[in-house]
């Protein structure tokens, strides 16, 4: 069975930074593309960033760019969200997501398919 979990989330002071960390388990995330989103209360979910299996490449909205990357751990079957210089506007809830198709690429920031999703994790940007 698959599992994606989030961990990392909590409260930071605006211009700080956290790691937020998508574990996966009975799926080996290196063979897929996979997607972190967030949703802010009130407001749609939405993509944030989304790496590629294969060639690794990477995507990101613009309102995070510069400021979030995303890698993978291949060893620790994780995926990470680096956030650095984090915003009020950053606060949401995150989730990863991972298309279930090896080896296919993100067409862009947002992943396009996602057959698994994660439970979430709470980020709070406030002073």
């Known amino acids: 069975q698959v599992q994606l979990v989030e961990s990392g989330g909590g409260l930071v002071q605006p211009g700080g930074s956290l790691r937020l960390s998508c574990a996966a388990s009975?799926?080996?995330?290196?063979?897929?593309?996979v997607g972190w989103f967030r949703q802010a209360p009130g407001k749609e979910r939405e993509g944030v960033s989304c790496?590629?299996?294969?060639?690794?490449?990477?995507y990101y909205a613009d309102s995070v760019k510069d400021r979030f990357t995303i890698s993978r751990d291949n060893a620790k079957n994780t995926v990470y969200l680096q956030m650095n210089s984090l915003k009020p506007e950053d606060t949401a809830v995150y989730y990863c997501?991972?298309?279930?198709?090896?080896?296919?690429?993100?067409?862009?920031?947002?992943?396009?398919?996602?057959?698994?999703w994660g439970q979430g994790t709470q980020v709070t940007v406030s002073s």
């Open positions: 009975g799926f080996i995330f290196n063979y897929y593309a």
């Open positions: 790496i590629s299996s294969s060639d690794g490449s990477t």
């Open positions: 997501a991972a298309d279930n198709r090896p080896y296919y690429y993100c067409s862009g920031y947002e992943l396009i398919r996602t057959d698994y």
